[in-house]
């Protein structure tokens, strides 16, 4: 008996770990999605920013470095030029709130002189807006336990970002009427954000796999080990009895990840049956 409970658990840890670890389809969409329209959003408004567009090369290497289950930014960022945010939630994964959680950062940055205080987070924020950024690809991977907190079974959340942003110094965007600044390889304005006559047309597309320049030191925004919660994971949270906040489970309907672990459920349980 105390077998078939063990078998039992470790074959459903086994399925949620599979079916929280990949991003849907309608999970890429949603953070590609949700990023242009939280860029065409920004205030002050931006003269030029570009949508961004999903890049199977960046899924690759957030995927690598997700699944090493860190809270920490990976150290081959600057060799590699990319810009990256992380989020971890203790609870169902939602993309939606995760990109939210990263633009919320905006209230505490302020544009006209770049500043963040201290004891804040903005850079997630700066990341998301950084105008020159125009692909991104993204991964999650199940983790049992996560390096640098006392988290378990939590699902981690980490997006690459090209060209990188949080360039110290730097603007995020330039501010002004929107698409008042659009170049001439960007000349149609849609939805307040400059894109491509043919946004998908090969020969315009830019090659992320092309050997990439030197990265420019990246702001302390995002390269300084941080203890939870200054690492945003913005979605509703409690406080356990050590002190530390640990996000509370969140609803998600009709998504393709609780479809597919309620059908190998049943499987697993006719198996054990029979």
């Not at 700066?126 to 390096?147: K, L, P």
């Amino acid at each position: 008996m105390y077998w078939d409970v063990a078998l039992w658990s470790a074959g459903i840890w086994a399925i949620l770990s599979l079916a929280a670890g990949q991003l849907t389809e309608q999970e890429k969409s949603t953070i590609v999605d949700m990023h242009n329209k939280l860029r065409s959003q920004v205030q002050p408004s931006a003269a030029f920013m570009q949508k961004v567009v999903w890049d199977e090369t960046l899924r690759v290497v957030a995927e690598a470095y997700a699944a090493k289950c860190i809270w920490d930014h990976n150290p081959d960022l600057q060799k590699l030029t990319l810009g990256e945010n992380l989020y971890l939630t203790t609870g169902p994964f939602n993309a939606t709130a995760a990109t939210v959680s990263w633009f919320e950062e905006n209230v505490d940055y302020n544009y006209e002189n770049k500043f963040c205080p201290e004891d804040k987070m903005c850079g997630h924020y700066t990341q998301m807006v950084w105008a020159d950024t125009n692909r991104i690809g993204c991964a999650t991977h199940f983790c049992d336990t996560v390096e640098g907190l006392g988290f378990s079974k939590s699902t981690l959340l980490v997006c690459d970002y090209y060209p990188q942003g949080n360039v110290p110094g730097h603007f995020p965007y330039v501010s002004g009427e929107p698409c008042s600044k659009c170049p001439e390889n960007l000349p149609v304005c849609e939805e307040e954000i400059c894109v491509r006559e043919n946004l998908f047309h090969p020969s315009e597309e830019p090659d992320v796999t092309e050997d990439p320049t030197v990265l420019p030191e990246r702001s302390r925004w995002t390269t300084e080990p941080v203890d939870f919660p200054r690492e945003p994971t913005r979605v509703p949270d409690k406080v356990d009895e050590t002190g530390m906040k640990k996000t509370t489970k969140q609803m998600s309907h009709g998504s393709k990840m609780e479809s597919v672990t309620s059908h190998l459920l049943m499987l697993i349980v006719l198996a054990l049956v029979l």
